[in-house]
């Protein structure tokens, strides 16, 4: 089983940010990656039901809509529209791929939500239900693995 183990970022203590690399690319509809191949740098939020990408890299990769969907903003409570895009994920350190057959819906979010840090992927629990994440062991790291 891959697995790998990062320190947490910022925060004090025991809290901080668990941040991953990512590759994010466009799935047709037809599931063929398409266009080109963001490398970002991923937040993993466990209480994120949806891995959503930020407008911009939408933007940058050329996504296509591949739907609607109605997502619940987190500060507000507010349930409005958002649209959803196909995507692959890769994990590279996992060695781990997500979406590659084009079933991998990411929700566009308000940008506002990425700022600061920017994060342009938030990975959500339909990611992670898929892996084993620990967080604080040891202390200030955390270890994400595909299961």
Not at 24 to 41: F, K, S
Not at 90 to 117: C, F, H, M, N, V
Request: proline share 8%; aromatic share 6%.
């Amino acid at each position: 089983m891959n697995s790998t183990r990062r320190h947490l970022y910022g925060g004090a203590g025991t809290y901080g940010y668990a941040i991953v690399d990512v590759t994010i690319q466009g799935v047709t509809e037809d599931g063929n990656l398409t266009g080109p191949v963001a490398t970002e740098r991923a937040l993993i939020d466990t209480g994120s039901t949806d891995t959503t990408i930020h407008p911009d890299l939408v933007k940058d990769l050329s996504l296509r809509q591949a739907g609607i969907s109605v997502g619940e903003d987190a500060m507000t409570d507010k349930r409005e529209p958002v649209p959803n895009y196909r995507i692959c994920l890769t994990i590279p350190k996992l060695e781990a791929q997500w979406g590659e057959s084009g079933d991998l819906y990411a929700p566009e979010r308000a940008p506002d939500l990425y700022a600061p840090p920017p994060f342009r992927v938030i990975i959500g629990t339909e990611i992670l239900q898929t892996c084993r994440f620990t967080h604080n062991d040891p202390p200030g790291s955390f270890t994400l693995a595909r299961t």
